[in-house]
């Protein structure tokens, strides 16, 4: 909630500081601001990424793609695509609950490391 939060905020201040810009100033560009937030949210979702060093396996990479599927969703709000943003919120909710389920039932999909701890 806080990463959607942020990104949301960033993306309005953005939007804000565009909008009062005066002519002169420096250039106020929307679509650095996405990258610069894409930049850090990959950061923490590779903090989130883990592996073993046993098996070598990753664990974490659902955890990750999470992590950056809620800060485009508050990039989205940010710039007012509401419509847009509750549908990418609500296919990650399916996707999120489709995997875990299925691991849950199936532990062959987990890549044989037995029954799923449901973080990915």
Same mark, same amino acid.
């Given at each position: 909630?806080?990463?959607? /939060?942020g990104?949301?905020?960033l993306t309005?201040l953005? /939007?804000?500081?565009?909008?009062? %810009?005066? #002519?002169?100033?420096?250039a106020?560009?929307?679509?650095? &601001? *996405?990258?610069? *937030? =894409?930049g850090g949210?990959?950061? /923490?979702? %590779?903090? %989130?990424?883990m592996? &073993? &060093? ?5 664990? $974490?990479v ?7 599927? =809620?800060?485009? =969703?508050?990039?989205?709000? $940010?710039?007012?695509?509401?419509? #847009? ?6 296919l ?7 995997? +875990? ?6 532990? +062959?999909? +987990?890549? $044989?490391?037995?029954?799923? +701890?449901? #973080?990915d």
């Amino acid at each position: 909630m806080l990463i959607c /939060l942020g990104c949301c905020a960033l993306t309005m201040l953005t /939007l804000n500081l565009a909008a009062t %810009a005066q #002519e002169g100033t420096a250039a106020v560009d929307p679509s650095r &601001t *996405i990258q610069g *937030i =894409v930049g850090g949210i990959g950061f /923490l979702g %590779a903090g %989130a990424i883990m592996s &073993t &060093t046993e098996t070598g396996k990753l664990r $974490g990479v659902g955890s990750g793609a999470a992590i950056w599927v =809620v800060g485009v =969703v508050g990039i989205a709000v $940010g710039f007012g695509f509401i419509a #847009e943003a509750a549908s990418v919120a609500l296919l990650a909710f399916l996707i999120l609950t489709i995997v +875990d389920w299925a691991q849950q039932h199936r532990p +062959d999909l +987990d890549n $044989g490391r037995g029954t799923s +701890d449901g #973080e990915d």
